[in-house]
């Protein structure tokens, strides 16, 4: 049974997100005006700036490892077309073992409620919104529409070659996006220290890493959606730190430009680090 949780301190990931072809991550289309756009972006309600939402990157980050680790696709979000599955744990034996459970939560409810071992999700990843400087590029360029670009396609008729167009709303490419925010918790479950939670928070540099061999958003087999991330920090903030009793301690160069750069974290330095600080 889950007696005691506490907080041994937060690993602050942080950082830029460079489009290195144009981006769509689709939004709601606010009509049906003659001549709208098919496709249109997700925008800030207020500014009418795309943005990069948390939850879609942090899913992209999901899927991929569970891809990497093989996991099994045996939930079904939606049934109807199009069809979604993810993974989840079956049993509780199988989620103390997950990687990707651990870190990235598990649906309450359902004969989880019964589990006696659940810990709150590890990762945190916040919106992203349009740089300063990525703001004012835009804001000048010579674009379709404010902030965005329309990427004409077409779907062919394998028999007639008669042609429907439609149109992609998408961010330019060579858009900074950021600062990122990645928040990765440390927990210390009944008395049994952070070292899995220390060991697990390199599958989230992997997580980064396979993203920027992938594709973010929709359209990606058709050469959207590539991404780089760039001027990468990582900080440890202990639970020292939030009592006002230590800085916080940066783990990496600064202005490290690809996530290759975080597997030099020593992360058995960081589990002492933590110790240290709580002693």
């Not at 972006?41 to 680790?69: A, C, Q, T, W």
């Amino acid at each position: 049974m889950t007696d005691s949780i506490t907080l041994k301190g937060k690993v602050i990931i942080t950082g830029q997100v460079r489009t290195k072809t144009g981006l769509h991550i689709g939004g709601a289309s606010a009509g049906l005006d003659i001549g709208g756009i098919d496709n249109p972006i997700i925008r800030h309600p207020v500014s009418r700036e795309p943005y990069i939402p948390g939850s879609s990157l942090r899913g992209k980050m999901r899927s991929l490892l569970d891809r990497s680790f093989g996991k099994s696709l045996n939930q079904m979000i939606q049934s109807k077309p199009p069809v979604v599955r993810v993974h989840e744990c079956d049993n509780e034996t199988q989620y103390e073992a997950c990687e990707v459970c651990q870190i990235f939560g598990v649906t309450p409810g359902g004969d989880r409620k019964h589990w006696t071992k659940l810990k709150p999700t590890r990762l945190l990843v916040r919106d992203i919104a349009l740089s300063a400087d990525g703001n004012e590029k835009l804001r000048t360029a010579k674009l379709d529409l404010p902030f965005t670009e329309v990427k004409w396609e077409a779907a062919i008729d394998r028999i007639t070659s008669a042609a429907v167009p439609r149109q992609n709303e998408r961010v330019p490419a060579d858009t900074v996006f950021g600062p990122f925010e990645f928040i990765y918790n440390l927990y210390d479950v009944n008395g049994e220290g952070v070292t899995n939670d220390v060991a697990w928070l390199k599958h989230i540099f992997k997580a980064m890493e396979l993203l920027e061999d992938d594709y973010l958003g929709g359209y990606g087999s058709r050469g959207t959606g590539k991404v780089a991330f760039e001027n990468l920090g990582v900080t440890l903030r202990s639970h020292a730190y939030y009592a006002g009793e230590a800085e916080a301690e940066s783990l990496v160069k600064e202005d490290s430009d690809h996530p290759v750069a975080l597997r030099d974290i020593n992360l058995k330095e960081l589990e002492e680090a933590l110790t240290l600080a709580l002693a």
